[in-house]
Nanobody, 123 residues
Framework: VQLQASGGGLAQTGDSLRLSCATS????????MGWFRQAPGKEREFLAT????????TYADVVKGRFTISRDNTKKMVYLQMDSLKFEDTAVYYC?????????????????WGQGTLVTVSS
C-alpha cells in the first residue's frame, strides 16, 4: 500500500494550492479518504474526508468554505483544493485511507497514511 502526497510548497496569504495524493496497493474505490495536517508544535488534526464514491464530504470548521476535497477513482487519486490560504495553514499535510465509514474525523480510523507534503504560507 502506498500513498504519495504532493503539491505542497510556498504560498502567500490569499493564494491557492492543490494537493494531490496518488495511491496504489488497495481497492481505492472502496475506501474513504481523508486529509490531515500537522503544524509545527501541534498535534495532527483532521481537515476533510470523502466517501468512497465521492458523494459525501465532511470538513473541519477551520477549513470549511476554503478547502475542497475531491477524488478520481479512475486515477486512484484524492485531492485537496486549498483557497484563501492563511498563515496558520502552514503545516505538513497528510492523506490517509480507511475502509471504515464511521468516525472518519478520527485519525485512529485510518489504516494507511502518506508521507506528507509541506505547505508554507507567508503572511
Amino acid at each position: 500500500v502506498q500513498l504519495q502526497a504532493s503539491g505542497g510548497g510556498l504560498a502567500q496569504t490569499g493564494d491557492s494550492l492543490r494537493l494531490s495524493c496518488a495511491t496504489s496497493g488497495f481497492m481505492f474505490s472502496l475506501y474513504s479518504m481523508g486529509w490531515f495536517r500537522q503544524a509545527p508544535g501541534k498535534e495532527r488534526e483532521f481537515l476533510a474526508t470523502i466517501s468512497p464514491g465521492g458523494a459525501r464530504t465532511t470538513y473541519a470548521d477551520v477549513v470549511k468554505g476554503r478547502f475542497t476535497i475531491s477524488r478520481d477513482n479512475t486515477k486512484k487519486m484524492v485531492y485537496l483544493q486549498m483557497d484563501s490560504l492563511k498563515f496558520e495553514d502552514t503545516a505538513v499535510y497528510y492523506c490517509a485511507a480507511t475502509p471504515e465509514s464511521q468516525q472518519l474525523t478520527q485519525q485512529k480510523s485510518y489504516d494507511h497514511w502518506g508521507q506528507g507534503t509541506l505547505v508554507t504560507v507567508s503572511s
